[in-house]
């Protein structure tokens, strides 16, 4: 057992380097987003910490549906639980605040042991306004929509007018003030605030006074060599969204507009209770570059990142909803979601198995968490069994994860991780380790060249660089093998030791030593559900 209080020992000397890296730790520390060397963690008690998360329905966050959302959070192994709390449940009347509401989230999840995402459905819900309260839809005149460009009414509120952003900060603000009263053990760990923030139907609003705004100066904050490079556009030093932007005028106008109303109730509500806030993205097709016609514009697309960071830098991070299919489309998504200047995080992905395999990518990527969309039942009646076969692909995952938590999140923030996912062709892929190759083939059962093609891309690698030689290994559907490289380049070498297991309150717990059949024919093999090695390699 030498090798495991090895591995003890160098936990150990990881925390106490952590502890000195971050400050003070424990319970009670204010959640908070860091950044070295362009990497980022998410700190909740002062540690590193990775949300293995689930989003409610839209319509789950209420009292009643909560037994079966916090069945749910069991059975996936979640460590946060991401809910809707709504303006118009919170302000039925102007003015006059009800709490109850986020109170029995708060004692319901500490109950649990579970932490939460907050996600502020208020003037913007999928571009529309339907979580306003009463009192602003009843009066349309005050709180208008968009007017669209021949004139037609957009099922979308817009983003010039000032009463709405007044109101919605009076309400955000309330909020934030009542969780830090409230939630002094800081269960509450992110705030979402909007929900998918842009319209359909319209690139921008045309109204009289929206008209007024677009052909007016672009505000000298965008005209900054920098942002204007970043948007690739030429730079100038004044001029109309017309004139600087061209064609792209109309969307970088509403991309504008909303970041800068969102920023500003960020922003209030952060003066109040300065915990990590973001906003969520409905993509656009990463690959083509298509017109704002043909998807929501306005909100933080890829490519209106810079104008978001500029106009709404209360903001800490904007966040990709994936809900597209295909690996090329999904890994170019993470890519422009993976920036220096902004925190990866995936509040948002459909519930599909495939979409399992992309958690260990943005581990690899320093990313903060990942959670799949409707983790309950949703009023449908399913049965148990139903409910937790449908919950199965990411709660084998997490269930993985959720002991080593911690350990991945300070290995990702010091960039340790390396992964790949299966693709549609199936082909292996070749991971640097500096003085090692690993070659990934995917695929289950049998020995070498006799294992099976997988029927669908779910297969997944996710290698930890402990030290040049040691490696955590955690995959499934396939099968690696090594390959000196580097200064290794060349020599005949051998497993030292490859152990599975499992991490335990930040010990590796060994099950086996794996030899023989398990290593000597093409290398270890994973099967459909997440393994754990612990493997080290020598050369002779």
């Known amino acids: ?18 502890g000195r890296a971050f400050g003070q730790t424990g319970p009670g520390m204010m959640p908070k987003i860091i950044e070295k060397n362009g990497r980022h963690a998410l700190l909740v008690d002062g540690k590193p910490f990775l949300i293995l ?18 069945s749910a959070v069991e ?43 907050l996600l502020w459905f208020a003037t913007w819900k999928n571009g529309s306004n339907h979580y306003m309260p009463e009192w602003m839809k009843r009066d349309a005149g005050k709180y208008p929509n ?19 952003m007044e109101a919605d900060i009076k309400a955000f603000t309330a909020v934030m003030k009542y969780l830090k009263k409230a939630d002094a053990q800081h269960t509450v760990i992110m705030v979402q605030v909007e929900n998918e923030s842009g319209a359909w139907g319209s690139v921008r609003d045309y ?3 929206a008209q007024t705004l677009f052909e007016g100066p672009v505000p000298a904050e965008l005209l900054r060599p920098g942002v204007l490079m970043a948007l690739n556009v030429p730079v100038v030093t004044e001029g109309s969204w017309q004139k600087v932007f061209g064609d792209r005028g109309d969307e970088y106008f ?16 952060k003066a109040e209770y300065p915990l990590p806030l973001y906003v969520n993205a409905a993509l656009r097709d990463p690959l083509t570059n298509p017109k704002a016609t043909t998807y929501e514009s306005g909100g933080p697309t890829d490519n209106v990142i810079p104008i978001w960071k500029v106009a709404a830098p209360a903001i800490d991070l904007v966040a990709p909803d994936i809900y597209l299919s295909g690996s090329e489309k999904v890994l170019k998504v993470i890519d422009l979601y993976d920036r220096p200047d902004n925190t990866l995080f995936v509040p948002e992905a459909g519930f599909s198995p495939d979409n399992a395999k992309y958690l260990y990518e943005v581990i690899a990527r320093g990313g903060i968490g990942f959670s799949p969309f409707g983790i309950d039942d949703n009023g449908r009646g399913a049965t148990t069994a139903e409910v937790t076969q449908h919950l199965a692909p990411f709660a084998q995952e997490y269930a993985m994860a959720a002991p080593m938590m911690r350990e991945l999140a300070n290995w990702a923030f010091e960039g340790k991780i390396k992964a790949v996912v299966e693709r549609e062709d199936h082909a292996d892929q070749t991971i640097d380790l500096g003085a090692w190759q690993a070659i990934v083939s995917f695929g289950a059962g049998g020995r070498g060249n006799a294992t099976q093609p997988n029927l669908h891309p779910t297969g997944k690698m ?37 152990k599975e297991g499992h991490f335990e309150n930040g ?15 093409g290398g270890p093999g994973f099967g459909a559900a997440p393994t754990v090695l612990q493997t080290t390699l020598i050369v002779r």
């Open 1 to 18: 057992m030498k090798m495991t209080k090895t591995i003890t020992v160098w936990f150990v000397l990881l925390l106490l380097t952590v």
């Open 53 to 70: 998360g689930g989003q409610a329905h839209n319509s789950s966050g209420w009292p009643g549906m909560l037994p079966q959302l916090w």
């Open 75 to 117: 059975k996936m192994h979640a460590n946060t639980l991401e809910v809707p709390i709504y303006w118009e449940q919170i302000e039925p009347q102007p003015g006059k605040f009800d709490f109850s509401l986020i109170g029995t989230l708060l004692t319901q999840s500490r109950e649990q042991k579970v932490h939460l995402v």
């Open 146 to 164: 968009i007017t669209g460009q021949n004139g037609q009414p957009v099922d979308s509120p817009s983003p010039n007018i000032k009463a709405t």
């Open 207 to 209: 109204s009289a006074h």
């Open 254 to 269: 509403q991309a504008w507009s909303v970041a800068r109303c969102v920023g500003q109730v960020a922003a209030a509500g």
């Open 462 to 498: 996710m290698i930890v660089k402990l030290d040049e030689n040691k490696f955590i290994l955690v995959g499934t559907l396939c099968r690696i093998t090594f390959r000196p490289a580097g200064r290794n380049l060349g020599r005949a070498w051998q497993y030292l030791k490859v």
């Open 507 to 521: 010990t590796f717990k060994l099950l086996r030593i794996l030899n023989g059949d398990e290593t000597d024919w």
